[in-house]
């Protein structure tokens, strides 16, 4: 079942779902390698990783090219410990993958998925504006490095570039408004996300060029192009709706491909 046009016209629909709702949709994408593409687990969590980031990468040039942030004194604190402990979680979370059995880890990523999935339908029903904790430079600095260590380790862990766990940080911790979260929730990921395909591949994930000809590269081409679009579609449809309703598909699909 590994194709490049196969993965490209998968890659397409998982990104626009993801567009549709701000994110890079890494998460729909995982289930897929594993069983549609029939990847072990511990193949297709750095894969996957390997997609985001080609996704998320062509995301920073075209969103830094239209973002007008100027972000204060406090919040670029806030967004430089994130990435130091993005990176430091990152490092960690590829080491754990070749030390853990492959029934661990899918029992790992089965949890993972479903608390993301139950993330996004709260993100569905509740709003997640917020004025942000009370905290001062070090209590900034000591969190975001705190917030960005355990969102590095699920980055690792399951091949996502994490803005489904950025975001949400950055506005009820820190109380950044959603459209600057969008933007700051990239600069993160793009340094965690290299951090842990170098440690991936350090463990001997790319070994097969296979995987980048028929499944990175077109697979990436598909996510970007559908991302894309669903940016361009995401005003004109219920993105609270939509947000319930792919949370609880996440939810059901994990359980039926890694509940073993």
């Known amino acids: 079942m590994r194709n490049g046009a196969l993965a490209l016209a998968l890659g397409a629909p998982v990104g626009l779902l993801g567009g549709l709702i701000g994110l890079g949709g890494a998460e729909f994408r995982l289930p897929i390698l594993v069983s549609i593409f029939r990847y072990a687990a511990s ?51 590829a080491a754990w993958i070749g030390r853990i059995s492959e029934h661990l880890l899918e029992r790992v990523i089965l949890i993972f998925l479903v608390a993301i999935g139950g993330l996004l339908m709260i993100e569905g029903f509740f709003s997640l504006e917020s004025a942000g904790l009370p905290l001062n430079a070090i209590g900034r600095i000591a969190t975001g490095i705190g917030c960005g260590i355990g969102i590095g380790v699920v980055s690792s862990l399951l091949g996502v570039a994490g803005g489904e766990l950025i975001i949400p940080t950055l506005m009820l911790i820190f109380g950044v408004e959603i459209k600057t979260a969008g933007t700051a929730s990239l600069l993160i990921s793009l340094p965690t996300m290299v951090v842990g395909i170098a440690r991936h591949h350090a463990n001997g994930a790319f070994a097969e060029r296979q995987d980048l000809t028929l499944t990175i590269a077109p697979m990436g081409i598909g996510s970007f192009i559908g991302a894309v679009a669903g940016g361009a579609l995401m005003l004109y449809v219920p993105r609270q709706a939509l947000k319930i309703l792919l949370g609880a598909i996440l939810i059901g699909s994990a359980i039926k491909i890694f509940r073993k």
């Open 43 to 93: 193949r297709a969590v750095p894969l996957n990783l390997a997609v985001s980031l080609v996704t998320v990468s062509a995301a920073v040039v075209t969103r830094l090219s239209l973002s007008t942030m100027q972000p204060s004194e406090h919040f670029t604190l806030v967004i430089g410990s994130m990435i130091l402990g993005g990176m430091i979680g990152a490092y960690t979370g």
